[in-house]
Nanobody, 121 residues
Framework: QVHVVESGGDLVQPGGSLRLSCTAS????????MGWYRQAPGKQRELVGV???????KYADSVKGRFSISIANVKNTVYLQMNSLKPEDTAVYYC???????????????WGQGTQVTVSS
């Protein structure tokens, strides 16, 4: 079993910053990608950014230059640093982990429960 947990969501003023954390735990052999997605009310879930193999990253155009994904000093944990936040960034932010379980041959694709980010004055 693999579990993914996000934390760090909060209410923040426009122009402010926030850092979200995502930790994957359980029967993990390796993680190939950890991604952040968000879903605003009435909208589809969309990609925010992804880190592949703990190295390369890709971001949605709407967050480029403002958001960044980094690896924490805690095993299987990544951060999403969000700067210059805008009201349109308001959404539930979800973390997704892709990888191989302990036996290597079994793959996993696990979502966290989400954390609410609200950008408002």
């Amino acid at each position: 079993q693999v579990h993914v947990v996000e934390s760090g969501g909060d209410l923040v003023q426009p122009g402010g910053s926030l850092r979200l954390s995502c930790t994957a735990s359980g029967s993990i052999f390796s993680i190939n990608a950890m991604g952040w997605y968000r879903q605003a009310p009435g909208k589809q879930r969309e990609l925010v950014g992804v880190m592949y193999d703990g190295d390369s990253t890709k971001y949605a155009d709407s967050v480029k230059g403002r958001f960044s994904i980094s690896i924490a000093n805690v095993k299987n944990t990544v951060y999403l640093q969000m700067n210059s936040l805008k009201p349109e960034d308001t959404a539930v932010y979800y973390c997704n982990a892709l990888g191989h379980s302990d036996d290597y041959y079994t793959t996993f694709d696990i979502w966290g429960q989400g954390t609410q980010v609200t950008v408002s004055s």
